[in-house]
């Protein structure tokens, strides 16, 4: 099983500030890399996949990057709505698996 | 996008089977891959499995020989068993349709906790 670890584990950003998410994988998967966003008592929103192709919807703002084992989502110029907790999830290799998640906080 | 909403008893006692039934609208369940997900309390995700319109699944080997995945195209739902749960089986469910170029999740239902207890 890939196992899926991002960093930091909480992230405190001013409003208007940039911040930038990193995810690890323990194997190479590739660009077979998702992100998600979920607000308190939410389900999750797909924000990126294969890496770095936006999800229908999702501002510009938000961008991914990275292929191999090495991942990292930033978001440009913080909006009020965007604090939550980011979780990053790997598709290349089954069973699918997830990370623990980044809280981003103000 | 389509809308999905999770059904089922939200307690269930220890070594019995936890039922769920998803439903989906807006949409036709045919043509996708429609996966259920779990969420313990203040943990992180966890993919249970997959199943095709068709019937296939796949499963998680964590949890495959207690989970049963089922679809019924009439009604637009499929259904998620998972045997003898423990207290560890305690989370939120939730349902999601996978995406048609790989196993991300586009769409996702609302979520419903599962709480065992006795």
């Known amino acids: 099983e890939i196992v899926m670890t991002q960093s930091p584990v909480t992230l405190s950003v001013s409003p208007g500030e940039r911040a930038t998410l990193s995810c690890r994988a323990s194997q190479r998967v590739f660009s077979s890399l998702a992100w998600y966003q979920q607000k308190l008592g939410q389900a999750p929103r797909l924000l990126i996949y294969?890496?770095?192709t936006r999800a229908t919807g999702i501002p510009a703002r938000f961008s991914g990057s990275g292929s191999g084992t090495e991942f990292t989502l930033t978001i440009s110029s913080l909006q009020s709505e965007d604090f939550a907790v980011y979780s990053c999830?790997?598709?290349?290799?089954?069973?699918?698996?997830f990370g623990q998640g980044t809280k981003l906080e103000i | 996008q389509v809308q999905l909403q999770e059904s089922g008893p939200g307690l269930v006692k220890p070594s019995e089977t936890l039922s769920l039934t998803c439903t989906v609208s807006?949409?036709?369940?045919?043509?996708?891959?429609w996966t259920w997900i779990r969420q313990p309390p203040g943990k992180g995700l966890e993919w249970i499995g997959n199943i095709y319109y068709r019937g296939t699944t796949n499963y998680s080997p964590s949890l495959e020989t207690r989970v049963t995945m089922s679809v019924d195209t009439s009604k637009n739902q499929f259904s998620l068993k998972l045997s003898s749960v423990t207290a560890a089986d305690t989370a939120v469910y939730y349902c999601?349709?996978?995406?048609?170029?790989?196993?991300?999740?586009?769409?996702w239902g609302q979520g419903a906790l599962v709480t065992v207890s006795s």
């Open positions: 999601a349709r996978r995406g048609l170029s790989g196993t991300y999740f586009i769409d």
């Open positions: 807006g949409g036709s369940i045919s043509g996708y891959y």
């Open positions: 294969g890496a770095s």
């Open positions: 999830q790997q598709y290349d290799n089954w069973p699918y698996t």
